[in-house]
Structure formats: structure tokens, C-alpha cells
């Protein structure tokens, strides 16, 4: 239902890029009068795009502009003629306008409650929602500048969409709907949100540490430099505080023009060397579009890398042995000021073929001034990435500890160095109350099973939210993907982020075909008995009824592809740019950690595999029942953390749904303690 409460916004598109009061007037003649009493004499929103066709795609990519003013024929008059001299971005948008005038557009946002902070929002939200468009090659802007409280800020949801409803009609390319937006992987982590007040101090208290460690002298007495630690449970907005840290310390804020409201940040104009270390793939190319947009990169991979990219490059290597490097003769270059690194609880504590060092978190530590490491214990996956008790309790410290002074530590029998911890407490992914969250949580670590509470509306920053939270029970792996897969398709998109999930306990190889597969495919497999019960396998390769909930009991099928089955070529390149759940062909795949962690999800369907078994009233980890290699594996051959790997992939798993869990056991013990919690 239409806002009728708030004015519609006026909303004027103009294909010369030419906004002055005279040439606007002789254009729209019959609009003048209210044109000129929004558009000139209230401050206003606009956007700048220059578009070309990418003809390998036969699609529009664009460049965009986002700003604010108060005095929007001025501005544009700057745009025009003095900014092309001092801003290789502005002259080359000056030179296609120049050439091919209907490339170049602007539009203009208009509203009678625009005042200056309210502006500064809108702009705010334009650049997130741009920032998020597949067709936007690059955003060029300055800030970050999202406002506190003031009046009117509870019209901004409201004056925001019915803008951009009025822009998608005018360029639906450039426009895309909020829907399919507000589901972009990149919107969620895009450094254009709003932080809460924790984030905030955190951001402030991170950024102070950084320009204090940039202005002392390296006396080079300290093997490694600080370590701050941002800690939180899944959803507390670690990676949104990670992703505006890193526009903040990365972003050029030179060379703004002249407006009483432009700031360059806390930091000033000058930029720290800064680089931001993931070593998840699909949240690494996350950041990759995000940095190549804001222009903080050229290219995929320069300031956003792997950790052992990044610590290969920041290594003089010892005399080679043959065409092995040599690390052990190696040592670190000088340091660089600040590093980034989002879920480094990813990170190994032990070498592989491509990382030669025993701790990617203290390599990278003797290579940076300033480590900032989001790390969640509870979302560490394999053996290779585990930490001794005695380390692990040493890194995340105590409840007592400050988040406000270091503290020198040691890890095993490493050199002494500085580490503080920062917590987020506020839960923003899971869109539930206290009681069903808490449900969760207990079933994960208590591995209990108890009656699921109602899920009604919850409260968020103080305000009820009256939108129940979606958790179901199904009987059937066939019930549960249909259901998802309608929730997925129920967006108003032809891709809903809503999938399909399942714990690693079906083969999967991304190097080599499945032979027993007609279509090379890994799947996840199930058949039906005739006691009503689902069984691992096809049943002798029995394809009939799959997916057919009619089909008599003993013969009912599911079989899905694994991740990037169906949605690789057959040269086994992924297409197109897009991560795991935002990829249209994988609604018909299952997903698993590889592909999900640390992403969102509107409706997570979870299919819980037999290594999680339901005995005498808890749940227990079956390992010989997973086909995690990875996780299952024991360290050295010796220290075995397969049910702390399990027990945390099914924690991952369980916490990616926004609006709905939907779940379904091939344990038969379990399935029935979870359709008896349900009723």
C-alpha cells in the first residue's frame, strides 16, 4: 500500500546534462513553477550517469555520480567547468558528454521536507543502492555521510523508495528494483550503511589506533604490530563495520569539491596503506566489486587479497632451493600501516602447499602496523584453522578484559605483542525475538531440542517490528525445497535470495566429474523407504520419481546438484560475476558452508545430514557419517576437532536465514524430536 502520509518527491531527468535554471525553463515550460520552487529553492539529491553498451554483454554499463547541494544550478555548472580541470573523472565524463550528449544524464530529486541532513541521507542510501547494481562499473564519490536523528528522518524510508520507484520507471537498467537490490550480496556489505552506536565507537576506537601507530616512529624493536580483535556472534554486523573501516582507511578523499558539508573522514586527506584479507572466496569477490566500483583498486586482487597473497608479496624470500621458495631464510618487508581481515577465524594455524608459514594470522601481525581481525570462533570449519586451547584462550582474552587497552600477550612461543578485543553484541541478521534465537543457539550448543517458541514480531534498536519470524518443520527434503523455492521465487524477481542448504555429508569434488552421474554431477541424494523413512542414495541409481511427492512411497526421490554444478560451463568456469545464492541457476543447487558462510539469506532451507544424529535427548556428531575431509581430519594425525568442526558447520549453516529457518533431518531420531518441538 501506497505512503500517503509524505509528499511524493519531484523527480526531473535531464538527457543534456545541462541543469541550468534558463535551459530547464524553455525545456519543460509547463513544469517551471514547481520545478523551480523544489528544485532551486529546497536543497536536493542527484545523479550523474554516463552510459555505454558493453557489447560482449549487449548490455548498459554505467559510471556514476551521487551528490547534494543547495543550489543545484551552481553545482552543475562546477560539474561542467571547473571540476573537469582538477578530476580525471569529471573530464572524462565531460569528454562523452561532449561527444555523445545523450549519454550523459542527470537526474534531480526534489522534496518540500528537504533539509540539508535529510539530503545527506538520501545521497547516503543512492550511493549504497548504486553501489549494489551489477550495471554500475564505477561510483564516484567522496564520503560516507549517513546523519543521526533529526526532523524529519521518519520520512526517509518513505520519500527514499518512492524516488527510486520513480527512477526505475526512467532507467530501469540503472534502476533496478528495491527487491532485487536489497538481496545483492554487495548491498549487505556495502561501507554506505548506517552503523549502530557500537559500531561507531568501535570504527573510532580502531581509527584512533591506527593514526597513533602511524605517527610513532618503528623502532623496529617489535616483531609484530597490534592486534585489534572484533568479536561477535553471526549477524552483529562485523562485516558492515570491516566494510566501512576499509572505505574509511582506502578511500581517496582528495580532491573534494568545494561544499560547506564535504569531509574527508577522521582521518584527514592523508591515506594509510591499507589492505583488506579474506580467504573465503565468494566473500572475497564480494569485496573485490565493492573496491573496483568505489575505485579503490584498478583491478580485482591489488588491496583486496588472500591472506597468503598478501604475505607472499610482503616477503623478502632467502636464497631459493631450486624453484621452491625459500621460507625459512625469508623475513617480513617493513611494515604497512593497517590490514583488514574479515573472518579470520578462515585463517590456518598450519601450513599448506601455498602458505609456508605455521600462523597466517602472526605473518600477516609481523607485516602490518595495525591488524584488525574479525574472528568468531564458533564459525571455525576445519582442523587446519584450529587453535590449541591454551592460543585460543590467549587471542580472545577474557569478558573482563578492556575493549578499550591493549594487552601484552603471547601466543605459544611467540614473541610478546599488543592485542585488544572490540565485541558486537546487537544481533541485525536474524529478524526474530530473543526466545526463538535463544531456541537456536541451545540446539547448537547445548544440543538440545526444545519446543520451538512462537515466533512473533521482536525488537530492533528499540522498535518493535511486527513481521513473525518463518520456522518450519518438513517431512520431506522434496516439502522443503519446493517450499524454499517458492520463498525464493515470491521476491517479485526472477531470483529470490532465498535457497537451500545442506551439512557436507554427500561426496563433492570441484576438480573432477561424478562417473556415476549421467550429467558429471555431485548431488545431494535421498530415497524414500516404504517405512516412510528417507535414506541416503538413489537406491541403485533409481531415478524415477524425483522431486514427485505422488510417486508411490518406496520409490519418492530428491536429487539436487551440489554448489556450482549447474551454473558452471562445461570448461568449469563460473558464469558471471555473481556469488553462490545471488546466481539464478542455483536455485535448483545445494548450497553448503563453502558457499554460504557469511552471506544472508531471506529463507534458509537446511537439510541436516546424517553426521547429526539425535541420541538419548542430545545431539550428537557422527564423523564417519560426513564427507567433510577437511573437518573430520585429525590435526597431525593426532588432535581430533571433528565434532567442534561439525558442530560449528551446522551453527553456520542454521544462522544465514533473515526471515525463516526451514529445516529437515535424515536422521530419523532427530527429525522426530524436530517435528515434535514444532507442534
Known amino acids: 500500500m501506497a505512503d500517503t502520509t509524505v509528499p511524493s518527491p519531484l523527480v526531473v531527468r535531464d538527457e543534456y546534462w545541462e541543469f541550468s535554471e534558463g535551459k530547464f525553463a524553455q525545456s519543460h515550460p509547463n513544469e517551471a513553477d514547481r520545478t523551480y520552487h523544489y528544485i532551486f529553492g529546497f536543497p536536493t539529491v542527484y545523479v550523474i550517469s554516463s552510459k555505454k553498451t558493453r557489447s560482449h554483454r549487449r548490455d548498459n554499463e554505467y559510471v556514476a555520480y551521487v551528490g547534494e547541494t543547495n543550489d543545484i544550478a551552481a553545482r552543475t ?22 561527444h ?14 528537504f533539509n540539508k541532513s535529510l539530503t545527506l541521507d538520501v545521497e547516503n542510501r543512492m550511493m549504497q543502492y548504486l553501489l549494489s547494481v551489477d550495471a554500475v562499473k564505477s561510483l564516484n564519490n567522496r564520503r560516507t555521510n549517513p546523519q543521526g536523528d533529526y526532523y ?20 530501469p537498467d540503472l534502476f533496478p528494483t528495491e527487491a532485487l537490490i536489497r538481496d545483492s550480496a554487495v548491498f549487505k556489505a556495502s561501507p554506505f550503511h548506517c552503523l549502530s552506536k557500537e559500531q561507531h565507537e568501535a570504527e573510532e576506537q580502531i581509527l584512533a589506533t591506527v593514526e597513533e601507530a602511524r605517527s610513532m616512529a618503528d623502532d623496529g624493536d617489535s616483531e609484530f604490530g597490534k592486534l585489534i580483535l572484533v568479536q561477535g556472534a553471526a549477524g552483529t554486523g562485523k562485516t558492515v563495520l570491516i566494510s566501512h573501516l576499509f ?22 586527506s592523508s591515506r594509510p596503506e591499507a589492505f583488506l584479507l579474506i580467504n573465503h572466496d565468494e566473500q572475497r569477490h564480494v569485496y573485490n566489486e565493492i573496491a573496483r566500483k568505489l575505485n579503490l583498486q584498478n583491478k580485482f586482487d591489488q588491496v583486496v587479497l588472500k591472506p597468503t597473497t598478501f604475505i607472499n608479496q610482503q616477503t623478502v624470500w632467502g636464497p631459493s632451493e631450486g624453484k621452491k621458495k625459500n621460507w625459512k631464510g625469508s623475513h617480513p618487508k617493513e611494515k604497512v600501516d593497517v590490514v583488514l581481515i574479515d573472518e579470520a577465524h578462515l585463517l590456518l594455524t598450519q601450513s599448506n602447499q601455498a602458505y609456508l608459514g605455521d600462523n597466517m594470522l602472526l605473518d600477516v601481525m609481523r607485516r602490518a602496523k595495525v591488524t584488525v581481525a574479525v574472528f568468531d ?34 601466543l605459544g612461543k611467540s614473541p610478546m605483542f599488543d592485542r585488544k578485543t572490540v ?35 521482536y525488537f530492533r534498536e528499540g522498535r518493535y517490528v511486527d513481521e513473525p519470524y518463518d520456522i518450519r518443520v518438513f517431512d520431506s527434503p522434496v516439502e522443503l525445497f519446493r517450499a524454499v523455492s517458492f520463498a525464493a ?7 529470490g535470495l532465498s535457497r537451500v542448504l545442506a551439512t557436507y555429508d554427500w561426496p563433492y569434488s570441484g576438480n573432477r566429474k561424478n562417473e556415476a552421474d549421467p550429467d558429471g554431477f555431485w548431488n545431494v541424494e535421498l530415497h524414500e523407504g516404504v517405512d516412510g523413512i528417507w535414506r541416503m542414495g538413489l537406491a541403485a541409481n533409481d531415478a524415477s520419481g524425483i522431486d514427485d511427492l505422488d510417486a508411490p512411497a518406496d520409490s519418492r526421490r530428491f536429487c539436487h546438484p551440489w554448489n556450482y554444478m549447474l551454473s558452471k560451463q562445461a570448461d568449469g568456469k563460473s558464469i558471471g560475476r555473481l556469488c553462490w545464492a545471488e546466481n539464478p541457476e542455483t536455485l535448483n543447487e545445494i548450497g553448503s558452508t563453502y558457499t554460504i558462510q557469511g552471506f544472508d539469506l531471506n529463507i534458509a532451507g537446511v537439510i541436516i545430514g546424517p553426521s547429526v544424529k539425535y541420541r538419548d535427548g542430545r545431539i550428537v556428531f557422527d564423523t564417519k557419517d560426513s564427507q567433510n575431509s577437511r573437518a573430520v581430519q585429525k590435526r597431525g594425525g593426532e588432535v581430533d576437532y571433528s565434532a567442534k568442526n561439525l558442530r560449528n558447520e551446522l551453527n553456520v549453516l542454521l544462522k544465514r536465514g533473515v526471515h525463516g529457518l526451514y529445516l529437515f533431518a535424515v536422521d530419523p531420531e532427530l527429525q522426530k524430536a524436530l517435528r515434535e518441538a514444532s507442534r
Open 77 to 98: 555548472r562546477q560539474h561542467m567547468k571547473a571540476d573537469p580541470a582538477s578530476r580525471e573523472d569529471w573530464r572524462a565524463l565531460s569528454e562523452r558528454a561532449r
Open 100 to 113: 555523445d550528449s545523450s549519454s550523459v544524464v542527470q537526474y534531480v530529486i526534489g522534496h518540500p521536507h
Open 152 to 171: 524529519p528522518r521518519n520520512e526517509l524510508d518513505s520519500i527514499f523508495s518512492k524516488a527510486w520507484r520513480e527512477l526505475h520507471r526512467l532507467d
Open 247 to 268: 572505505y574509511q582507511l582506502a578511500g581517496d578523499f582528495e580532491g573534494l569539491e568545494s561544499d560547506e558539508n564535504a569531509k574527508t573522514g577522521s582521518l584527514g
Open 377 to 410: 570462533p564458533e564459525q571455525i570449519l576445519n582442523s587446519a584453522q584450529q587453535w590449541t586451547a591454551s592460543d585460543l584462550n590467549t587471542l580472545l582474552g577474557t569478558e573482563q578484559s578492556s575493549t578499550r587497552h591493549f594487552e601484552s600477550v603471547r
Open 423 to 457: 565485541t558486537l553484541q546487537q544481533q541485525f541478521r536474524i529478524a526474530a525475538n530473543d526466545q526463538l534465537i535463544g531456541w537456536v543457539d541451545r540446539l547448537i550448543d547445548d544440543g538440545v531440542v526444545e519446543k520451538i517458541p512462537e515466533s512473533k514480531g
Open 489 to 495: 521465487r515470491g521476491m517479485g524477481e526472477d531470483r
